[in-house]
């Protein structure tokens, strides 16, 4: 059916459920439809004749402008996810595609851009991401949901908690949600690294002392047990304690009580155990080193974390959450990882589990401001070594559109023939892409 030509396009532009605006050559706004209207808060009458960065205080209005990308490598820009700033202040996401509008001799006269609204995807997104968390604890892997199946009532109880598992797998985190669902979450929530204090300043530490116990104590130092009065105290290395201490320790979890450094009175011990350990406990009451005792009081409940080369499958997950975190804390819109960049983190076996894969991504935000993160943003330990070297003067010989042939394949080739991973790493679209193929075609390259 052809296209009616007495139908005025301003009366197709204002029907249509996308945000549409377009520019002149001056970045002037030219036209703004109702549903562009509806979305940043503000009037056509107020929008046009404006500069289109006054109008949209977008995220790529610091010198990333789609318009501006579009109309330099002469192809359109399609669903690039950023969010505009609304009148009223809110943030709004928005899926944004471009394209040059050209007079009818060809000549590129300004732009046209249309956006569609994401708040309601984002919410859904958000509600689906929901259902795979528990408390700050990202996942959805069979082992990880018996752990949350258990752990409100494990959290209710007032029982010693062990929990076991490698570095890295957010021992941590598992601690402060026990304390969050329990009783006590009013209360303090106290944690010690067992490992990282010398041991003549551990026990200070952990029991404080009194005035005078030693040259330097003028007056009283409350301990971390009686700071964590009411609450939660998370006892992490526990492995590493040394033997005097287990003693002490063994008689705070028995008799509910411990006695400072240059104390005479016991003093109460109102608080909840959860203690963590890289190590194996068994092996170490086996060979000594640890306490049998004090072993079977800690392990009333034990909660062994899985690594994270055994739940791979919350691998997509964990990317999402710590990308959305850098995201806001950095002031970034990195939209994701690339399919190269995930299948190696996809065979990659971390050794430092979640936290390695948070450290991968920090790394990677440093090197990538916006759009996907490609494998040379990874750090070089985790980037393909390269099978063989191309001779620079081979690849940059030949004329321009040679040059651009070879660079183009080079591409295909890195990215075993994705082209849709070609296209993000070239910075192109696909039509441009498929242009500069049909053009290598044609001329042989």
Known sequence: MPFPRDLPLE??????????????????????NEAAERITGISASEAVGCKCWDVFRSSLCD????????????????????????????KVPISISASPLRNARGEVIGGVETFRDLTEIQVMRKRVKELYKFEDIVGRSPALEKIFEILPQVSRSEATVLLLGESGTGKELFARAIHNLSTRKDGPFVAVNCGALPDTLLESELFGYKAGAFTD???DKPGRFELARGGTIFLDEIGDLPAKLQVKLLRVLQEKAFEPLGGVHPVKANVRVVAATNRNLEKLVADGTFRQDLYYRLNV??????????RRGDIGLLLDHFIEEFNAIQGKQVDGVSEDVMHILMRHDFPGNVRE????????FILCSSGFIQVDHL???LRPRQSGSTD??????GTLEQIKCRAVRAALQRNDGK???????LGISKDTLRRMLARCEKSGE
């Open 11 to 32: 009366d197709v532009f204002s029907s249509i459920a996308d945000g549409l605006f377009t520019v002149d050559a001056d970045w002037n706004v030219t036209y703004f």
């Open 63 to 90: 010198g990333n402008c789609a318009l501006k990308a579009c109309l330099q490598n002469g192809g359109p820009i399609t669903n690039k996810s950023i969010f505009v700033v609304r009148r009223d202040g809110r």
């Open 217 to 219: 104590a003028r007056k």
């Open 301 to 310: 409940v034990t909660l062994r974390l899985p690594p994270l080369r055994e």
């Open 357 to 364: 894969l948070e450290n991968i991504l920090e790394f990677a």
């Open 379 to 381: 750090p070089e330990n």
């Open 392 to 397: 620079p003067n081979a690849l940059f010989s």
């Open 419 to 425: 082209r849709m991973a070609t296209c993000r790493e």
